[in-house]
Every structure is written in structure tokens, then in C-alpha cells.
């Protein structure tokens, strides 16, 4: 009998409650912008971090692969994806408030995916099996879902401070966001870093359909172009020097919405190949 | 036989409340004989048995443990010398036991301050401190009540907002600059005009690390007065002004003009070149120096003296709005402190 403590569902809820925990201890300092307290929200963040990669490989070890083949276990990947970022960024770039708002993004996408168990469909294992390339293809879409998560959460983040610096908004909370400047150098690194790690992942994925055009929709492909393609239009615009400043920001944030809603067609499991029939002929 | 009198803590003072800043600027005729008088135990001679001077721009506060009636009387006859005492006497407040400790505990806090929660003055009572342990003039009871009154003072300013936000035009600039520029060890400033309140905003920025400092104006002598006066700075021609914002990351404008000096026909084509770099400008004149409708422009902050005064008065209001419940814990704090220093006050 499965012990109900460590069973992955339980572990997924354990996170998403302790993201939820995280979120609600935030709020004060998205508030106030008070630095306190931030020891206990970033404690339930990284608690919540943690069960979730325990459930996620637990996940992995039953499908004997990356845990991405429907929408609940794809949002739950890029919202790992998305907390480890920002734990790492905090760091690197000393960015105050992402944690805060990581963790409310964290509870939000957890939460709606826990609550659509229709989400969470099963699918045979010997169906994601398949070349070492698909695995890549599969872990470097997931990285790059992150990545533009975390360019959305900091683009929301810009979004505020520009509207509150143009509207003359001047608490606290504006106070402790990171710098106009700050944040347009970080969105502009997670752009270009998010879009290498797409471009790549939907690269392996034409190639393993031109190999293979029965066993990955065409739907799924077409998809997953588009949305490569708005990506590619936004940097093109960018290193031409058309798009910036909120205008950047805000088209960030939308692609990753239209990102989200792609998971469906794009985390639809392949197709069962057809197999040979075999003729009995009787002897005469 | 006479019963051995009770020493008591006193409060002496005068401060900005009861003496305007030219009393203050001449209440101290001899500085250095204050100083010799401190340091050579004139006031341990004079009776007292434990003394503290807080000695800043706004106030003149001596602290006493003294089992005299009339502490006044015992200054006066100890420091005439270094001290204009008939000024002294006629601004001065006194105040004995629970009161003189409230008073301590709300003066380190910043209650007490011409610019409520200020920080400087917590600073100040700690070099007073330090000169009287230095003089050995701290005893039992100033010595517990100094060190309390400042743990409670970090309490004050740490969980109430009387320390919150800004106040000052430049601080509130530098913050605003730091909202849109960051980090000021790498960004430059054009500070266009010679007026006084642009001087001393950027000198606010450049506390804050600012390390690039353009001046420019019409008057030529007069920016190149002001360069010399900041750190880091240099001086351009007025007639350079467009490449000189071009390689600013903040603009403080503060000029006598009558006009707009800059307008969005020259800022427009500026921030074409320079998309990652936002541009912070301060217009601190009045009229403005800065056409209002720059600040539609993308990748633009502008902000105006309006603006400023403003934040500045929010953040006061905020801080006001705290006092109340600062004071309550002050004086319970207080309170509590010196029911248990004055079973140690000794008798003479």
C-alpha cells in the first residue's frame, strides 16, 4: 500500500500549499515593500520548491522520462522552472521582490492545475520513449517555458515601476522594485537566453518530424513554430532597435500567456504508431 | 543633621523648539573652553555626579544625576565661561526624573527632531555617549539609560514609519534617480543652471555614489564655481547641452529662465539613440525648465518640484501619522526604565 504522505499527489499539494503559504507572507512586503518577512516566505518557497521536485521525479521515474506528456504535469514543470529561476536570479542580479512574486505565479498556476484533474491524463509510458533527442527537445522546451516565465514575471515587474514612476506613484512597494534600468538589461538576457533554448528545442522537433510526420501532429508542430515565430519577430524588433521599454515589457508578458495556452496542443502525447497487419493464409 | 539629599536625573535644555537658529548659532561663545570645562571635570567638581552633553545644531541638552535643587544654577556657575547662560536660561526647559528619560528616549528616536525620524540625531547621541564614558562621566543611571534610550529608538524606527520615506527635496531626487537609474556607482549627471537647490540635489546623488557630475549654464563663471564645489565635477558649455543629456543618465535642471531650457523636439531624437538607457529628469524650477510633455516620452521620468514636495509631504504625513503610537512605547519604555534606575540614585 502507497503510503498517502509520499504519494505524489500528496507531494504536489504539499507544494502547492506551501506556495500558497509563500504567497500570502509575501503580500505584506509587495505591500509596504518591508523587508520583513522575507526569511519566512522565501523558507515556504523553497519548501514548496522542494516537494515539488520530489513529486516531479517521482513523476519522471514512472513515465521514464521528463515529466511534460499532458497540460498539469507541463504547468507544474515550468512553474519549478520558473521558482528555480527566480531563487537563482535573486541571487545573481539582486532582484528584490521576484521571490514575492514567483511565489504568487507559483501558487496561482499550481493551484489551477491541481483543481483540473482532467488535466492530468495518463499516458503510456512506451509512448514517450524514443531517441535521446527527444528527450533533449522535451527538457529544453521546458527550460525555455521557464525562462519566459521568468521574463513575464519581470516584465510585469518593469510594467509596474514604469506605469508608477509615469503616474508619480511613490510608495514604499515601488521603492523596493528593481530599477527601470535594472529590469530592461535583465529582460533583455532572459529573452535572448529563453529564445536560444526554444529555438533548439523546436529545431530537434522538426527534425524528429520530418523523420517521423506521423508520430507528432501536425497541429502540435504548427503550434509550437508560431510560437517560435512570435518569439523570433520580438527579438528581430528588439536588435533592430523597435522595440523597448514597456512596450518590450508588455509584449513579453503576453507571449508567455500565448505560451501557456499553447501547452495544449504541444503536450499532447504522439501518436500510436499503426501496426503491421499479418496475413494468415491457409494452405490448400 | 541634615538627611543626605536624593540625587536626581535632570534634563537642562534648550533645542529649536524654544530657541530660534541665530540664538542656537551664538549660544556656545567658547567652544573649545566647553570642551576643556567637559574634559577636565569641571562638572564632576561642580557636584554632579553623573553628566551627559548632547550638543547638536538644533539642541544644547544637559543630562544630570545631581542632588542639586537647581541644576541651572550649578551650569551657570560652571560653564559662564563657554556658555551665553543668559540666553541659555531664557530657552532652557527642565525636566526631572521619568520625564528627562521620556524626553532621551523620544529625542534618539527622532521625535524630537526638526525633521521628524531623522537618523543623524541617533549618530549625535552616541558620540555624546562616547565622550562621557571617555570623561567617565556616565554612571549607573545614564549609562543604562542611554544605551536603553537608543535599543528603543532602533525599535522605533524599525517597527514604526516614523523613519519612512523621504523628506528632503534631494533625498526624495536621489531615490526617484535610483528608482529609474539604479545603482549610482555607474551613472552620470547633468545638473543644468546654478541654483542653489539643484546644487544641493546633486550633491545628494553624489553621497549616494553618483561619481559623474556635468554642470552647465548660461553663466559660465558661476557653473564652473559650482563644478569645483562637487566632487567629480566638471563643467560644459551651455551650448553643449544636447550631447551633454545624450550622456546623462539623470538631468537636474534648476535655472532662473523664463522659458523651458529643454523641450521634447531636443530629448525625442536623444532617447532614438539611446533605447536601454532610461533618462531621469528633475526640474526643480519654478517656472519649469522642462517642457511637460517630455514626460510622455517613452523611456522618459520627469519629475517637477510639485512632484517632490508631493512625496515629501506624504512621507511626512506617513511619519506623522506614527508618532502617536512611537510615543506610547517611548514613554512605556521610559517608564519602565526608570522605575528601575531610581532605587540606584545615591544620595549625596
Given amino acids: 500500500m502507497v503510503c498517502p504522505f509520499t504519494h505524489e499527489y500528496t507531494l504536489f499539494w504539499t507544494s502547492a500549499l506551501l506556495y500558497v503559504l509563500s504567497a500570502g507572507f509575501a503580500l505584506p512586503s509587495l505591500k509596504d515593500g518591508s523587508s520583513r518577512p522575507r526569511p519566512l516566505y522565501l523558507t515556504m518557497l523553497a519548501g514548496g520548491f522542494l516537494y515539488q521536485s520530489i513529486a516531479l521525479y517521482m513523476r519522471g521515474n514512472e513515465l521514464q522520462a521528463f515529466p511534460l506528456s499532458n497540460p498539469f504535469e507541463s504547468l507544474q514543470s515550468i512553474v519549478w522552472g520558473i521558482v528555480g529561476i527566480g531563487l537563482v536570479m535573486r541571487q545573481i542580479y539582486r532582484l528584490n521582490l521576484i521571490n514575492a512574486f514567483s511565489a504568487i505565479v507559483a501558487a496561482a498556476l499550481t493551484l489551477l492545475s491541481l483543481v483540473n484533474p482532467v488535466w492530468d491524463y495518463a499516458v503510456e509510458p512506451s509512448l514517450l520513449a524514443g531517441s535521446p533527442w527527444i528527450k533533449v527537445h522535451v527538457q529544453l522546451a521546458m527550460i525555455s517555458y521557464a525562462l519566459f516565465g521568468a521574463l513575464a514575471i519581470t516584465s510585469l515587474m518593469y510594467l509596474l515601476q514604469d506605469r508608477a514612476l509615469k503616474g508619480k506613484q511613490f510608495s514604499n512597494f515601488f521603492h523596493k522594485l528593481p530599477s527601470i534600468r535594472k529590469l530592461e538589461h535583465v529582460n533583455h538576457g532572459l529573452l535572448m537566453a529563453a529564445f536560444c533554448a526554444l529555438t533548439l528545442s523546436v529545431a530537434i522537433g522538426v527534425l524528429n518530424w520530418l523523420a517521423q510526420p506521423t508520430r507528432v501532429g501536425l497541429d502540435k508542430l504548427l503550434v509550437a513554430c508560431l510560437l517560435w515565430g512570435a518569439y523570433a519577430i520580438t527579438v528581430i524588433l528588439r536588435r533592430r532597435r523597435q522595440l523597448f521599454g514597456s512596450r518590450f515589457a508588455l509584449t513579453c508578458s503576453c507571449l508567455f500567456l500565448v505560451a501557456l495556452l499553447s501547452l495544449w496542443p504541444v503536450s499532447r502525447p504522439p501518436a500510436i504508431e499503426p501496426q503491421p497487419q499479418v496475413l494468415v493464409v491457409s494452405p490448400r | ?348
Avoid at chain 2, 146 to 156: G, M, P, R, T
Avoid at chain 2, 301 to 314: H, I, K, V
Wanted: one cysteine or more; hydrophobic letters at 45%; proline letters at 3%.
Fill in chain 2, 1 to 348: 543633621m541634615t538627611q543626605p539629599q536624593q540625587s536626581q536625573l535632570t534634563l537642562v535644555g534648550c533645542s529649536h523648539v524654544t530657541a530660534n537658529l541665530s540664538t542656537r548659532e551664538a549660544l556656545i561663545t567658547d567652544p573649545d573652553g566647553l570642551s576643556r570645562c567637559l574634559g577636565n571635570g569641571a562638572l564632576s567638581k561642580a557636584g554632579f555626579q553623573e553628566w551627559l552633553v548632547l550638543n547638536t545644531c538644533n539642541r544644547l541638552e544637559f543630562y544630570v544625576v545631581s542632588p542639586a535643587a537647581q541644576p541651572l544654577d550649578l551650569l551657570a556657575g560652571t560653564l559662564s565661561s563657554a556658555v551665553d547662560m543668559a540666553a541659555f536660561r531664557h530657552a532652557a526647559y527642565t525636566l526631572k526624573g521619568a520625564e528627562a528619560a521620556r524626553h532621551l528616549f523620544r529625542v534618539c528616536a527622532g521625535l524630537e527632531s526638526q525633521m521628524l525620524g531623522e537618523n543623524e540625531i541617533l549618530g549625535q547621541v552616541k558620540t555624546a555617549y562616547a565622550d562621557a564614558r571617555k570623561h567617565a562621566s556616565a554612571g549607573k543611571v545614564l549609562n543604562r539609560l542611554v544605551q536603553k534610550s537608543l535599543q528603543a529608538a532602533k525599535w522605533a524606527r524599525t517597527n514604526t514609519g516614523i523613519s519612512k520615506g523621504q523628506v528632503s527635496i534631494g533625498n526624495i531626487a536621489a531615490e526617484l534617480t535610483q528608482r529609474v537609474c539604479g545603482d549610482f556607482s555607474g551613472i552620470s549627471i547633468l545638473l543644468v543652471g546654478t541654483g542653489e537647490v539643484g546644487t544641493k540635489t546633486a550633491q545628494a546623488l553624489i553621497s549616494r555614489g553618483a561619481s559623474q557630475v556635468t554642470v552647465t549654464g548660461r553663466n559660465v563663471e558661476a557653473a564652473t564655481a559650482i563644478a569645483e564645489t562637487l566632487e567629480h565635477g566638471n563643467v560644459t558649455a551651455f551650448s553643449r547641452l544636447r550631447s551633454a543629456i545624450a550622456n546623462a543618465d539623470a538631468v537636474i535642471s534648476c535655472t532662473s529662465a523664463p522659458e523651458p531650457v529643454i523641450q521634447r523636439e531636443l530629448i525625442a531624437p536623444l532617447m532614438r539613440e539611446r533605447l536601454d538607457r532610461p533618462l531621469s529628469l528633475i526640474d526643480l524650477a519654478v517656472p519649469r525648465d522642462i517642457a511637460s510633455d517630455v514626460a510622455d516620452l517613452a523611456n522618459v521620468y520627469l519629475f517637477n518640484l510639485d512632484d517632490l514636495a508631493a512625496l515629501a509631504n506624504e512621507s511626512m504625513q506617513a511619519r506623522l501619522s506614527e508618532v502617536e503610537r512611537a510615543k506610547t512605547t517611548l514613554h512605556t519604555r521610559a517608564d519602565r526604565i526608570w522605575e528601575e534606575l531610581k532605587p540606584k540614585l545615591e544620595p549625596a
